[in-house]
């Protein structure tokens, strides 16, 4: 059973548009939501991180921003560039836990 | 070292055949954990070891699947009888204590079953 359902499974941007990838989970107990990015051939390296005590980060060009509510996070990213073509994966977590669940990916296509 | 090192970085074997995947941990992460991506999908967790044990290894899709970790490093992941359905990318993650922040991820073992 997915925990965490990941949307879209691609996308293609214009350099300088903006990429948005939409998470949604189920177990309320979650409190650690982080992004990996994936380049090909390359393990996931993590991207930017969120708890649940606020409702939006921003890193650089890159932003969580996050609903309790509604169990949904969502990464954006700004200004998209052709290096940010990868493959990006939201996951949660319980911060005393030691697993990530992670969604199913989001392949990320920045044309030039 | 540096990062987490696994290998062989490509591994192609027949249907049937055992093979062995190796990672090598960041110097000091107690933690380690093997994780299966196979093409279109997420991360499936496969087995979290401290140290050299295993606490969990509720991942393990059947018992051809097995690791072990000595040294409290180098990790062996192995797979009796493999099958089609286990052609995947074998990712390795070390991190300095046991919680789901702090992973570093190998670059991964892509397996090819034929």
């Known amino acids: 059973q997915q925990q965490v359902k990941q949307s879209p499974q691609s996308l293609i941007v214009q350099k300088g548009g903006i990429s948005i990838i939409n998470c949604a989970y189920e177990?309320?107990?979650?409190?650690?939501f982080p992004w990996y990015q994936q380049f090909p051939g390359k393990g996931p390296a993590l991207l930017i991180a969120?708890?649940?005590?606020?409702s939006e980060k921003k890193e650089g060009r890159f932003t969580i921003s996050f609903n309790k509510s509604a169990k949904q996070f969502s990464l954006h990213i700004m200004d998209s560039q052709p290096g940010d073509s990868a493959t990006y994966f939201c996951?949660?977590?319980?911060?005393?836990?030691?697993?990530?669940?992670f969604g199913a990916g989001t392949t990320v296509t920045v044309r030039a | 070292g540096a990062g987490v090192s696994q290998s062989p970085s490509n591994k192609v074997t027949e249907k049937g055949k055992d093979v062995e995947l190796r990672c090598d941990p960041i110097?000091?992460?107690?933690?380690l954990y093997w994780y299966r991506q196979r093409l279109g999908q997420g991360l499936e967790f496969l087995i979290y070891?401290?140290?050299?044990?295993?606490?969990?290894k509720s991942g393990l899709p059947s018992d051809r699947f097995s690791a072990e970790r000595t040294g409290e490093s180098v990790s062996t992941l192995t797979i009796q009888r493999t099958q089609q359905e286990d052609s995947a990318v074998y990712l390795c993650?070390?991190?300095?204590?046991?919680?789901?922040?702090?992973?570093?991820f190998g670059s991964g073992t892509r397996l090819t079953v034929v």
């Open positions: 993650a070390s991190s300095l204590i046991h919680r789901g922040y702090g992973y570093t």
């Open positions: 177990n309320t107990a979650f409190d650690y």
């Open positions: 969120i708890r649940p005590d606020v």
């Open positions: 996951a949660a977590s319980r911060s005393n836990d030691y697993k990530l669940s």
């Open positions: 110097s000091g992460h107690t933690a």
């Open positions: 070891f401290q140290g050299n044990s295993a606490p969990d």
